[in-house]
């Protein structure tokens, strides 16, 4: 059973507002999260991460926040820009464990 | 060039046939790993490794085997490839393996006929 769920497969938004990208997860155990973007025939890119010790990680236009009670993570990017255009992947990972969990991605369109 | 680097990039073999995936890191990561991406199923863990010679499975590692002799390699073979194992196959390293980020090579794209 998927232990990381990004319900939505896509997401269109205009140049200039907020790309908001959400993950869910079911492990408890889980206490770092990450975010990796993917351009078509390239790997996957570390993005930003978060611990759960924070609720908030920011890097400049990238925002993760943490709602531990809620096992939910989202990626705010503002503002978006056309090259933000990738499929986003949400990862977490526990201290018990080697490999990091991923979602299915969502795949973000940001038009001009 | 320092990184992590995957061959072939493209890949096309027959069914029954055997075919191995490189995998070559320059950082000295101990951990390394294989993932592979399908439609609707994202990334997968396929088999890890801790260190040279210290392998482990994954999600979803029948039909696969690896090894690791040295640090730096780490080699994903089909034993015998089934039309299920068309994938994208991507290597990964990691410095820890714990809380820490793993970067990926630019993946092989592999199709079984």
């Known amino acids: 059973d998927q232990q990381v769920k990004q319900n939505s497969p896509s997401l269109s938004v205009q140049e200039g507002r907020i790309s908001i990208l959400n993950c869910d997860y079911t492990?408890?155990?889980?206490?770092?999260f990450l975010w990796y973007k993917k351009y078509p025939a390239e790997g996957p890119t570390f993005l930003i991460s978060?611990?759960?010790?924070?609720d908030k990680n920011e890097d400049g236009r990238f925002t993760v926040f943490l709602n531990k009670s809620a096992k939910h993570l989202s990626l705010h990017i503002v503002p978006s820009q056309p090259g933000d255009s990738a499929v986003y992947f949400c990862a977490a990972a526990s201290d018990t464990g080697y490999a990091l969990n991923f979602g299915k991605g969502t795949s973000l369109l940001v038009t001009p | 060039d320092a990184g992590i680097t995957q061959s072939p990039r493209y890949k096309i073999t027959e069914t029954g046939r055997q075919v191995t995936l490189m995998c070559h890191q320059t950082w000295s990561h101990s951990y390394m790993f294989w993932y592979r991406q399908d439609l609707g199923h994202g990334l997968r863990l396929i088999y890890y490794s801790a260190a040279a010679d210290i392998t482990d499975k994954g999600e979803v590692p029948d039909g696969y085997v690896v090894s690791r002799s040295k640090t730096e390699n780490f080699p994903l073979t089909l034993e015998s490839a089934t039309r299920s194992q068309t994938s994208v196959y991507f290597c990964a390293s990691s410095e820890t393996g714990v809380n820490t980020e793993a970067f990926f090579g630019q993946g092989t794209r592999l199709t079984v006929v």
């Open positions: 978060i611990s759960s010790i924070k």
């Open positions: 492990n408890s155990m889980f206490d770092y």
